[in-house]
């Protein structure tokens, strides 16, 4: 069935440093890609998506590129701030079931100022 | 809108009891799921709705697991004689219907079995 993996974290870096958190999919056809923020006390939120191959999902200088050929949907940026700490899931929806999401096991994010 | 709200948000309970929880999704949504989420993983699909009509349950969902939308408006999921394993954060969100749509995620319900 399909399947997100995500790097284990906790990740801690200095405010300012460059962020990359993998994730690799696995999945029949070509599904849409999307990554969550979970912020403390706060429910998911979407932080953005790609709906296809070579798509750039961007949004509060986070980006990520679908890769069809490695299958990947890496998470990026270059600036972190305090206020980037959360934790981030890596998810597909699985359009024959309603969309139903499947979770990456999340990516503990932690920034020191 | 105020987006997804669940209820309660905190639940104690001993095991063997019955508990109710309530999701209220976006009022023009017509999707709604209901997801589990324990300590260090991500959130694992228990359920979802079309309107008022329940079209998949993962395996997950055992017997002692039981939700309703009627009307296709909020939603309840009931969990029968609870159990410590049940301990975790059951998470409801809402969505349009569509390819490439997003789904909008309540707070959750942290639910603890004692």
């Known amino acids: 069935g399909d399947s997100v993996t995500q790097m284990e974290g906790p990740v801690t870096l200095s405010e300012e440093a460059c962020l990359t958190i993998n994730c690799t999919y696995t999945a029949t056809g070509y599904p849409s890609l999307f990554w969550y923020v979970q912020y403390p006390g706060e429910g998911l939120q979407l932080l953005l998506k790609?709906?296809?191959?070579?798509d750039k999902g961007s949004n509060k200088g986070f980006e990520a590129t679908y890769r069809k050929e490695t299958t990947s949907f890496h998470l990026e940026k270059g600036s972190v701030q305090v206020s980037d700490s959360a934790v981030y899931f890596c998810?597909?929806?699985?359009?024959?079931?309603?969309?139903?999401?499947?979770f990456g096991a999340g990516t503990i994010l932690r920034v020191k100022s | 809108d105020t987006g997804v709200s669940q209820d309660p948000r905190h639940k104690i309970t001993k095991r063997g009891q019955n508990v109710t929880f309530r999701c209220d999704p976006i009022?023009?949504?017509?999707?709604l799921y209901w997801y589990r989420q324990t300590l260090g993983q991500g959130p694992e699909f228990l359920t979802y709705f079309q309107n008022e009509a329940q079209l998949e349950k993962s395996r997950l969902l055992s017997d002692r697991f039981s939700a309703e939308r009627p009307k296709g408006s909020f939603s309840t999921l009931e969990i029968q004689r609870t159990e410590q394993g049940d301990s975790a954060m059951y998470l409801c969100?809402?969505?349009?219907?569509?390819?490439?749509?997003?789904?909008?995620f309540g707070q959750g319900t942290r639910l603890t079995v004692v």
């Open positions: 790609a709906t296809k191959a070579d």
């Open positions: 969100a809402s969505s349009l219907q569509g390819a490439y749509t997003e789904a909008f």
């Open positions: 998810a597909l929806p699985v359009v024959e079931y309603g969309n139903k999401l499947v």
């Open positions: 009022s023009e949504h017509n999707r």
